[in-house]
């Protein structure tokens, strides 16, 4: 089955400053590639999704982009707030299959 | 409300007992899915449904676990002779099959503490 690498664990950002999460994954039949931000004792809650045959796609502050060839996608966010403090999780699907998460990426923005 | 609705939002068992929960799906979507998730890791794949068949479930599922969707719309995941080792957030997610994308939908979960 697909598995999803995700890092880093942990990243710390000045409030203003650009944070990257980068995944990995390993079936190439992957064609849907979701990110999601989960806040504290709250549901995962999707933020922004890219398609194979997409290689970046923006939504104001957030983008990802994706590298089919290396099977690697990463999420960008620009201009961090305190409020985009959370955990975010990479996955991957195939078609007809179930989603695949990655472990997770703790982002804390301070003030 | 139209989302994702699980039941109960916590539940605290002695070990060795069997414990259910439910989950009701937004009511068009026909996939539904069901995860574990332990603190400070992402989410577990245990087992979906696209309507009311079952069509895959995880090696790593003990076969103390069970889960039905009777009749395509809610489901039930079943822990029987439950473990320690059982205790997680267990969240279920629903998706539409057949649009442009597989958006997941996720409930609240369920808390389980086994004692």
């Known amino acids: 089955g697909e598995n999803v690498e995700q890092h880093p664990s942990t990243l710390s950002v000045q409030e203003g400053d650009s944070a990257v999460i980068k995944c990995t994954y390993s079936d190439s039949a992957s064609n849907y590639f979701p990110w999601y931000k989960q806040e504290l004792g709250k549901r995962p809650q999707l933020i922004i999704d890219i398609r194979s045959n997409v290689g970046e796609k923006k939504d104001q502050r957030i983008a990802v982009t994706l590298n089919k060839t290396a099977k690697h996608f990463s999420l960008h966010i620009t201009e961090t707030q305190p409020e985009d403090s959370a955990v975010y999780f990479c996955a991957a699907s195939m078609p007809d299959n179930d989603m695949r998460f990655g472990a997770g990426t703790r982002l804390t923005v301070k003030p | 409300d139209t989302g994702v609705s699980q039941d109960p939002r916590h539940k605290i068992t002695k070990r060795g007992q069997n414990v259910t929960f439910r989950c009701d799906p937004i009511?068009?979507?026909?996939?539904l899915y069901w995860y574990r998730q332990t603190l400070g890791q992402g989410p577990e794949f245990l087992t979906y449904?696209?309507?009311?068949?079952?069509?895959?479930k995880s090696r790593l599922l003990s076969d103390r676990f069970s889960a039905e969707r009777p009749k395509g719309s809610f489901s039930t995941l079943e822990i029987q002779r439950t473990e320690q080792g059982d205790s997680a957030m267990y969240l279920c997610?629903?998706?539409?099959?057949?649009?442009?994308?597989?958006?997941?939908?996720f409930g609240s979960g369920t808390q389980l503490s086994v004692l």
């Open positions: 997610a629903s998706s539409l099959k057949g649009t442009a994308t597989e958006k997941l939908f």
């Open positions: 449904f696209q309507n009311e068949a079952q069509l895959e």
């Open positions: 009511s068009e979507h026909n996939r």
